[in-house]
């Protein structure tokens, strides 16, 4: 089975180089899972696909550039008369998160507005959550320790889809990516060392750690974009589509 992964948002916080946020569709026969929904995705999965046909969202940590746009979805599919059910997935204060969003970005709707379709929150953890279609596992990484950030191991057709989320190097984010066959590793700087991120450097160093087929770059930030010639990885832009 062949397993579709298009990066609708590769971008950082900041837009940089005007891509858009995290927003990273999985699709196969009978799946069809977002990863992250940034602030800035809603217009970035509109240019691509049809909003509609996300079943699910699961969410690597609670930063406005990987959940932030999640409000707006639900918003734009109970106006384009969604039925089907909206799972998302994520850390144990997505929920709060989200209600919390809703309130601060749309009172005068969330709460007096009857949502038209079902719209759920479910922790993912260690165990495999079955969401979207495909079987998801969250296992902790180090970023910012309010985020509550995870690595995503996503398993559809017999793949196994590994996903950094925001994440420095540690032996943590090596077992995200143990045996994927695809890792899909945000790299914010080239070179930098800071204690939130992981660069593309440290990736490189790290390569074998990672005992992933594949790697992939995602979430580029201004110094990673400055370098993109040097890149000896995989690097994606907006609306990048690749098949495992
Ligand atoms: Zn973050």
Redesign the pocket.
């Known amino acids: 089975m062949t397993v579709r992964v298009q990066f609708l948002g590769s971008g950082n ?1 900041f837009s940089d180089g005007g891509r858009a946020n995290a927003a990273i569709h999985v699709t196969a026969p009978g799946v069809s899972l977002l990863l992250d929904c940034g602030g800035s995705a809603l217009p970035a999965i509109k240019k691509h696909i049809d909003p509609a046909t996300i079943d699910a969202i699961a969410v690597t ?1 609670l ?1 406005g ?2 959940f932030g746009g999640i409000t707006f979805l639900v918003l734009e599919q109970h106006f384009a008369g969604r039925k089907k059910a909206l799972v998302a997935g994520g850390p144990p204060s997505l929920e709060q998160r989200l209600r919390a969003a809703e309130q601060a970005l749309y009172p005068d709707f969330f709460g007096p507005t009857a949502l038209g379709f079902p719209f759920t929150t479910v922790v993912l953890g260690a165990t495999p959550t079955v969401i979207g279609g495909a079987r998801v596992t969250a296992l902790p990484v180090r ?2 320790r309010l ?1 509550e ?1 995870h690595g995503l191991r996503v398993e559809v057709g017999g793949k196994v889809i590994a996903y950094s ?2 994440a420095r190097w540690t032996e943590h984010l090596a077992a995200v990516a143990k045996g994927a066959d695809l890792f899909i590793c945000e790299a914010s700087f080239f070179d930098r060392d800071d204690p ?1 991120h992981i660069s593309y450097r440290q990736v490189m160093a790290h390569r074998a750690e990672f005992e992933a087929k594949r790697i992939v770059l995602t979430h580029l930030g201004a110094e990673t974009l400055a370098h993109l010639s040097e890149l000896e990885l995989e690097h994606t832009a907006d609306g990048t589509l690749i098949e495992i």
Request: charged share 15%; aromatic share 0%; proline share 8%.
């Open positions: 916080a940590h930063h550039d990987h970023h910012v985020a950030p989320g925001d939130a």
